[in-house]
C-alpha cells in the first residue's frame, strides 16, 4: 500500500530517484521507481516521482526514452537513442551532424520545432548474439 503524501523532501526524493536509476540497467517507468522506493523511508508516490523527474529532467540529469515511456540517467549526449526491442537496454548513438541537418530541415518546412526526439528500435550486439544481458 502506497502511503497517502509524500513526507519526502524534494532533493531527497530526486538522489533517491537517481540512484534508483543508477541501479536499473534498462529505463523505469515512474510507476516502477515508485515501486522501488517503496520500503525506503519517505517512500514517494508516483506524482511526487512525476515531479521529481521533470526536476531532473530539466536539470539534464534524466531523460525519456518515448518508445518504452520510461525514464534512465541522461548520457548527456544528442544523437540517435538505440533502444533494444529484446533486453531493453538502450545507449545514445552520438550523430550531431544528422541531428543539426534534421533540425536545419524541420525548421526550414516551417515546422515549430519544440523538441527533436529520434529513437532506434532494434537488437543490441549482445542479444543480436544471442546472449541477451542479465
Ligand atoms: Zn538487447
Known amino acids: 500500500m502506497r502511503r497517502r503524501a509524500s513526507i519526502c523532501p524534494a532533493p531527497v526524493l530526486d538522489a533517491m530517484v537517481v540512484q534508483v536509476l543508477e541501479g536499473s540497467p534498462r529505463p523505469l517507468s515512474a510507476y516502477h521507481i515508485a515501486d522501488r522506493l517503496e520500503g525506503r523511508r519517505g ?10 523527474i521533470a526536476r531532473l529532467t530539466e536539470a539534464g540529469r534524466v ?8 525514464y534512465r540517467l541522461s548520457e548527456r549526449r544528442t544523437g540517435v537513442l538505440l533502444v533494444c526491442e529484446q533486453c531493453g537496454m538502450t545507449r545514445t548513438l552520438a550523430m550531431p551532424a544528422m541531428r543539426m541537418v534534421v ?7 516551417g515546422f ?17 548474439d544471442g546472449t541477451p544481458l542479465p
Request: glycine share 8%.
Open 112 to 128: 515549430g520545432l519544440g523538441r527533436l526526439v529520434i529513437e532506434a528500435l532494434g537488437r543490441c550486439a549482445q542479444c543480436a
Open 103 to 109: 533540425t536545419a530541415e524541420i525548421l526550414a518546412s
Open 43 to 52: 517512500a514517494a508516490q508516483v506524482a511526487s516521482v512525476y515531479r521529481s
Open 63 to 70: 531523460e525519456r526514452v518515448e518508445t518504452l515511456s520510461a
